[in-house]
């Protein structure tokens, strides 16, 4: 039982330690040990026994933690014991990739509905899901009970698409559009950048390219 809050950085890499255990379960393995679980998360096992440890989670000595049991454990802290409702908007490349990736359904989400300000879109589906008009973005929220967006616009209609969502009632924006969104404080936005993304590997893999030259 958790008898104090779990620091967000704990936070921050617990769907990490969710994602191996995913896999883990899918190719049968019942336990895993700390060292495997930082093996397959790329840090180290103290790193991961604190962390379960905010969650009361402490494993079993010479077994490890069981792989069931923790994977219910962590889906509960991060609130994804029942399928949370989603809607895509901007279905471009980026959005068709994203409504037709299978990990959010085995992750606690469900892609409730696609939308796009495209007429040539508007009718279309991606897999199983059919995208709608722009125009029906708040309506498609309140009625289907959804409370995260994903927003894959061009920069330029994120902050009002932004708007709809948040005036329909979503709480919670995964924003991939290269622009900062004002939204209430009782909205959570988490930004992916992917140029600021691919910016910082540069400068690891030119780090990693001066090493041999500096060495010799």
Do not use: C, W
């Amino acid at each position: 039982m958790r008898d104090k809050p779990v620091p967000e950085a704990t936070v921050a890499r617990l769907p990490l330690y969710l994602h191996v255990l995913v896999e883990a379960a899918d190719v049968g393995t019942e336990t895993l040990s700390s060292d495997d679980l930082a093996r397959a998360a790329g840090l180290n096992s103290a790193k991961v026994r604190k962390d379960l440890s905010f969650l009361g989670t402490y494993g079993t000595r010479g077994v490890g933690y069981r792989v069931a049991e923790l994977t219910s454990e962590i889906s509960q802290v991060l609130g994804l014991t029942g399928d949370r409702p989603v809607v895509i908007t901007g279905i471009g490349n980026l959005g068709r990739a994203l409504a037709s990736y299978d990990g959010f359904t085995r992750r606690g989400f469900r892609v409730e509905a696609l939308v796009d300000a495209d007429p040539a879109k508007v009718g279309t589906t991606v897999g199983t899901h059919l995208i709608e008009p722009v125009s029906r973005l708040g309506q498609l929220v309140r009625e289907r009970g959804i409370t995260i967006a994903v927003i894959a616009t061009p920069s330029e209609h994120a902050q009002s698409v932004a708007d709809a969502v948040v005036d329909a009632g979503v709480t919670a924006i995964l924003n991939f559009a290269p622009t900062r969104l004002e939204v209430p404080g009782s909205v959570t936005v988490r930004t992916v950048d992917l140029s600021t993304e691919l910016q910082i590997l540069s400068f690891y893999e030119q780090l990693a390219t001066d090493l041999p030259a500096a060495a010799s």
